[in-house]
Structure formats: structure tokens, C-alpha cells
């Protein structure tokens, strides 16, 4: 890409965590892709909205967890986890079951703001309509 | 009789879906790994798993609900939680296990 090109990037979850390594895969290439200076967003649907639930703890599987990285996501400038709607309440969970992802505003005197937008299944589709480059994992 | 077990997401596959279908009353049924996600109440295969309980037992497995922070207060009333220990002993007490993959 040529300098000072700036692209949309979306990186579109839909596996869950731990029993294939899809999710921790995307958060590597997420985190590398970091350093690029793009305009880059998460997406979570279909078993890919498992990857945010609140207090994941592998110790009994003795697996590494990394749900913690993504409430980091926001210090590589990483600020946009969309999560479909319809894709919680097919699998009986609501936004209450999901980890709080926040970020700091650096444009805004560091306020914490939210990172998750709960979108609906059209309007997530409208948001990848509008994305230059899309990495499926 | 058969202790099944199930290590897929319901939502992804139909292994849990198909497994219901052909245990026979009485048998075991133990969801593992991705196959957790299947004793959550409110999902849209609670209805399967909630009518097979009036015939199957219904087990899962608590490490691979806490790997994936699934709060027992969300699971389906009747599906009974298990660890290591009690998989073994439910592996010991079937004549056959039957995996589901």
C-alpha cells in the first residue's frame, strides 16, 4: 500500500474461543496489523460473539486464556468491536454476558469509552459494505 | 448403555442436534469443549435439549464451561455439571462411549 494511505480494515470473527484456534489467531494478526496505522475494525458474529464473554478462566483446561487482550485492544488504537445482536440471542446471551471493553479517547481528555457497538444483523451488513479489505477467521 | 459426548458448538454444527435424536432413554450424553454452549438456556437449541432431558441425562463438563465464562445460573435446569473425576467414572459405568464429532 503507498504511504499515507489509509484503508478500512475489518477483522470478521465467527469462530468460538479455545476449541479451534480461529479466535486467537485473529487476535495475533489483529495486534500485528495494529502497527500499520489503519482504520480497523473487529467484528463478532455467529459463535465469534462466545470470544467476549466475561470471565473466561482456562486454568481447568490448562489452555492459555486470552479474552483479557481484547479489553487492550483500545491502546493499539483499536477502538471498534461490533457485536451482532441476533447472534447473542440465538445462543441465549445478552450484552450484560459480555466482558466491558473500554478504551481511552485521547482526543477527548482520555475519557473511557465503550468499545463493543451492539449492531443488528442489517446494519452489520451494511458496515461491511463500506470496508476495503475483510480477513475472515 | 452408551455415554455420548459432544465437543461442537450446536450453533456450528449439528452434532448435538443429531446425538439427541438417536440416544436412547436412559443413555448419557456429556457436553465437552465447544460442545458447552449447548446447555445454555434461552438458545435456539434449548427446546431439543430441554425435551430430551425427560429421557437422557445430560452432563457437562465444568473446566471447559469456565475456559469459556459460561455462568452456571445460564445453563438449562437439569443438565447436571461434572469434572474430570466424573467423566471417568461416567466413561466407567457405560459400556460404550460414543463420540460425536
Known amino acids: ?18 476449541g479451534t484456534i480461529y479466535a486467537l489467531e485473529s487476535l495475533e494478526v489483529v495486534l500485528i496489523g495494529a502497527a500499520f496505522d489503519q482504520d480497523v475494525s473487529l467484528a463478532f458474529v455467529d459463535d465469534g460473539v462466545f470470544q467476549l464473554t466475561k470471565n473466561q478462566n482456562t ?15 483500545g491502546d493499539y488504537g483499536i477502538t471498534k468491536l461490533y ?32 468499545s463493543i457497538l451492539l449492531v443488528s444483523r442489517a446494519e452489520m451488513g451494511q458496515m461491511m459494505e463500506t470496508q476495503n479489505v475483510v480477513l475472515s477467521f | 448403555m452408551i455415554l455420548h459426548t459432544v465437543n461442537k458448538s450446536p450453533f456450528e454444527r449439528n452434532a448435538l442436534v443429531s446425538c439427541l435424536g438417536h440416544a436412547q432413554a436412559g443413555s448419557s450424553v456429556l457436553m465437552i469443549e465447544d460442545g458447552v454452549y449447548g446447555a445454555i438456556a434461552g438458545s435456539q437449541v434449548a427446546d431439543v435439549v430441554n425435551n430430551s432431558l425427560a429421557t437422557v441425562k445430560i452432563y457437562v463438563l465444568e473446566p471447559d464451561l469456565a475456559a469459556r465464562g459460561i455462568a452456571k445460573e445460564k445453563l438449562i435446569s437439569g443438565v447436571q455439571l461434572i469434572d474430570y473425576a466424573g467423566f471417568v467414572d461416567l466413561a466407567a459405568d457405560n459400556t460404550t462411549v460414543q463420540a460425536w464429532l
Not at chain 1, 504511504?3 to 469462530?15: D, Q, V, W
Not at chain 1, 486454568?59 to 485492544?73: C, Q, T, W
Open chain 1, 1 to 18: 500500500m503507498s504511504e499515507g494511505t489509509i484503508k478500512k480494515f475489518l477483522y470478521l470473527n465467527r469462530k468460538a474461543p479455545y
Open chain 1, 59 to 73: 486454568k481447568g483446561i490448562e489452555m492459555k486464556g486470552f479474552s483479557l487482550v481484547y479489553n487492550a485492544l
Open chain 1, 83 to 114: 457485536v451482532e445482536k441476533e447472534s447473542l440471542e440465538e445462543r441465549g446471551l445478552t450484552l450484560d454476558d459480555l466482558q466491558d471493553v473500554v478504551y481511552e479517547d485521547e482526543n477527548d481528555d482520555y475519557a473511557e469509552k465503550k
